[in-house]
């Protein structure tokens, strides 16, 4: 059961994160001109997208309903997924991230855009709380949720926007690369400082320490295996700002270093879906 609620997890996080970051940097990278194929293919896989956001929430509701029952027939029972949804944080929050969801289908099944950006970052912003984030209690717990939701929108923002550049990378001929592949390395660099901030101020909260130990144990090894992986995404970035000069004449190698860079920061969300499962404050000790 653990296990399927980690994959769960990793499988809700990565959509809603790609769905939103695409989103946000599609006129960032583009402006407000129509792109045929680009858009085209951009509005499949948000499509896509959503409806597996939708089923891979509801399947996380029945786990958790099954985890806290401590049985698995429990989770198609309505009576204890109702007293999940009413009586538990977790059920409060889900109620309205799954109407958020909805919503966000029901949006994209109509020719209207102007609801879809905001109806993802409310669906971004809803996975907050879940996790560590609800750890704490009064003011300092909605602190330490908004922390979490800037995040969030740091994270998807970097992973969405790579995949929104992959898109382009395969039929680059419309597009001036060289200068959208400025404009997003510039966004970056305030992506990459959200990023490590934030990410520094969970940890610290949450353990009480900069560092939590013991290193190769648990929680620690975890976020140190996390921490990797960013920064080998943040080398491929780098090299990649430095090879921007003539990148037209390069759009394989190019296309290449921009999906590696792409899978491990999926990656890197398949290890934050393991530590929210994990106790900090424990394995700090």
């Known amino acids: ?20 970051g695409a989103g946000v940097f599609r006129p960032w990278l583009l402006g407000a001109a129509p792109q045929p194929r680009l858009d085209q293919q951009l509005n499949a896989i948000t499509r896509g997208l959503a409806w597996l956001a939708l089923g891979s929430g509801v399947a996380w509701l029945l786990l958790i309903t099954a985890s806290m029952a401590g049985a698995w ?8 997924v109702q007293q999940v949804l009413g009586k538990t944080f977790f059920g409060q929050v889900w109620t309205w991230h799954l109407l958020l969801n909805l919503l966000l289908v029901l949006s994209l099944m109509t020719p209207w855009r ?42 998807g ?34 992506l990459v400082a959200g990023l490590l901030v934030t990410g520094l101020i969970n940890v610290r ?25 960013v920064a080998a995404m943040l080398a491929l970035a780098l090299f990649n700002r430095l090879q921007l000069k003539g990148c037209e004449q390069r759009v394989g190698a190019l296309k290449a270093s921009v999906v590696a860079e792409w899978l491990l920061g999926i990656a890197a969300v398949a290890a934050v879906s393991l530590l929210g499962t994990l106790p900090p404050m424990v394995m700090a000790g």
Not at 1 to 15: E, P, Y
Not at 73 to 80: E, H
């Open 73 to 80: 027939s429990a989770a198609l029972d309505g009576v204890t």
């Open 205 to 229: 909260v949450l353990t009480g320490q900069f560092w939590p130990t013991p290193l190769f144990t648990g929680f620690a090894l975890i976020l140190l295996i996390k921490v990797l992986l």
């Open 114 to 155: 102007a609801p879809r950006l905001p109806l993802s970052a409310l669906l971004l912003a809803t996975l907050a709380p879940v996790g560590h984030g609800a750890m704490l209690n009064g003011f300092g717990g909605l602190l330490l949720i908004l922390n979490q939701v800037v995040h969030l929108v740091c994270v």
């Open 157 to 190: 923002s970097w992973l969405g926007g790579l995949l929104l550049l992959v898109l382009i990378l395969r039929y680059p001929a419309p597009f001036a690369l060289e200068s959208i592949l400025k404009r997003f390395s510039g966004i970056g660099y305030g």
């Open 1 to 20: 059961m653990a296990d399927l609620l980690v994959l769960c997890r990793f499988l809700h996080f990565i959509v809603v994160l790609l769905m939103f």
